[in-house]
């Protein structure tokens, strides 16, 4: 059964830093799209960050120079690596794959299977 099981999260100050984890069983995840979404309360679900099959790493604006995402493909893995937080970064994450493409969405409903969510809470 292909599944995603995330860890990490939290609560921080603004300025500090989180890591998120996200690992994929079931399916070979390393030559596929691999994503971050996340979403606040009252607010639709937006991506975040994108793990492309062919190693290209996209970032939403709003996180450039914060965020980092990384991959380690022989442990099915992708990591959420967040500094600089904001309180507007609270939000519930989730990572998302599609199995059948290296090319990632922006759409969410694309995704065929998601993580648990993770909470992250950043004050001011």
């Known amino acids: 059964q292909e599944k995603l099981v995330q860890s990490g999260g939290g609560s921080v100050q603004a300025g500090g830093s989180l890591r998120l984890s996200c690992v994929a069983s079931?399916?070979?995840?390393?030559?596929?799209?691999m994503a971050w979404f996340r979403q606040g309360a009252g607010n639709q679900r937006e991506w975040v960050a994108f793990a492309q099959g062919d190693g290209k790493i996209i970032y939403v604006d709003s996180v450039k120079g914060r965020f980092t995402v990384s991959r380690d493909r022989s442990e099915n893995t992708v990591y959420l690596q967040m500094d600089s937080l904001k309180p507007e970064d609270t939000a519930t994450y989730y990572c998302a794959a599609l199995t059948w493409s290296w090319v990632c969405p922006p759409d969410s409903t694309r995704y065929s299977i998601w993580g648990q969510g993770s909470q992250v809470t950043v004050s001011s």
């Open positions: 079931g399916y070979t995840a390393s030559d596929s799209c």
